[in-house]
């Protein structure tokens, strides 16, 4: 099974192929539309057996017109819900000239593709907000497995935690282009994955990947591909290992230097995935004497935890994606002097 993640520039396009079977979720934007065609029939794409859109923004569902003109499709999954717009015309004009119609599959829904599977992972239900209303998919191949998100929002990523469906992951497409909006601690925790995939366009307006999202991936030790670092970028899945087309770039710099990260009113937003924010200090009573500020050394006896790899240490085990059974203990201030970082989800 090979996943190619397309550089369609500000937009997502995910094309798997398996034992001769085609599945395409989204497709980029107009200005990618004419890219995504020519790569899959480079690809030696006739017949798409699914097209995937994960919702109705142009920046994802306008390649998949051009797919629906240029290729046989055998079935449409979208999202269950009307947007206004011309694209959104275009999409259901291509898919009613191909004799179709829109699936709406229920969550936990499974469907064999090739060598594998994937499964509806959201959304539970249909909200006004268009990029909660992503569908979102687990593909599996073995033992090997992604998670296409499309723009799912932290409220979406909530509701897949409280599914009860297993949301473990090898690899991760990461929702809404790197949007802090989205990829909280708690869906990270859930999918644990050891790779994800940023798609997204060199110098964007919208400043994605947001230095919030790429905080938590690094914070995770989760090593990261970006399509506007890298290109289109390729992971061929044995069933068992899967190798990639590069070596992951690691840059976990937001797309907007001056990204300083989460602004006060967005930590206090419900279901933004962040940890809850520490009650403030109160100052003391005018009539006590001021004290003089005391710099403690970290505490000896404090014991920390430490991954296999990576440059953080933790307070319990098996914080995200470390393996508990490669952790070691050591002290906080033996952890600071080997030149080892506290853990942002866990410190």
């Not at 829904?109 to 594998?116: A, I, K, L, Y």
Request: net charge negative; proline share 5%.
């Amino acid at each position: 099974m090979t996943v190619h993640f397309l550089d369609v520039g500000q937009g997502l396009s995910v094309l798997v192929q398996s034992q001769g079977r085609n599945l395409i979720y989204d497709g980029g934007g107009r200005g990618a539309s004419s890219f995504t065609v020519s790569y899959l029939q480079q690809q030696g794409v006739t017949d798409i057996q699914y097209l995937i859109s994960s919702h109705y923004d142009e920046d994802h569902v306008a390649g998949l017109v051009g797919c629906l003109n240029a290729f046989h499709v055998e079935q449409v999954i979208g999202a269950d819900y009307v947007q206004d717009t011309k694209i959104y015309e275009s999409f259901m004009k291509g898919v009613e000239a191909q004799g179709l119609s829109v699936q709406h599959p229920a969550v936990g829904t499974e469907f064999s593709f090739g060598s594998g599977k994937f499964t509806i992972l959201a959304p539970s239900s249909i909200s006004g907000d268009d990029n909660g209303n992503s569908v979102v998919i687990k593909l599996e191949n073995g033992s090997n497995s992604f998670i296409f998100t499309g723009d799912a929002s932290a409220e979406s990523e909530a509701a897949m935690c409280g599914s009860g469906l297993d949301l473990e992951c090898d690899v991760l497409s990461v929702s809404h282009h790197g949007s802090a909006t989205a990829t909280s601690w708690e869906f990270l925790q859930a999918a644990v994955p050891e790779l994800a995939v940023v798609s997204c366009g060199t110098d964007n307006s919208y400043g994605h990947p947001h230095r919030d999202t790429m905080d938590r991936l690094e914070s995770m030790e989760i090593q990261v591909y970006r399509t506007d670092k890298q290109g289109t970028v390729t992971a061929v899945s044995d069933g068992t290992t899967i190798k990639w087309n590069q070596a992951p770039c690691n840059d976990y710099s937001p797309g907007d230097e001056s990204d300083q990260g989460t602004q006060p009113e967005e930590q206090s937003q419900q279901g933004a995935g962040e940890p809850p924010a520490q009650p403030e200090v109160q100052a003391a009573p005018p009539e006590a004497a001021p004290q003089p500020e005391v710099t403690e050394a970290p505490d000896q006896t404090v014991m920390v935890w430490i991954s296999a790899t990576g440059s953080k240490y933790h307070n319990k085990p098996d914080c995200g994606n470390m393996n508990p059974d490669k952790a070691a203990q050591m002290s906080e201030a033996d952890a600071q002097a080997s030149g080892y970082e506290p853990c942002k989800k866990c410190f």
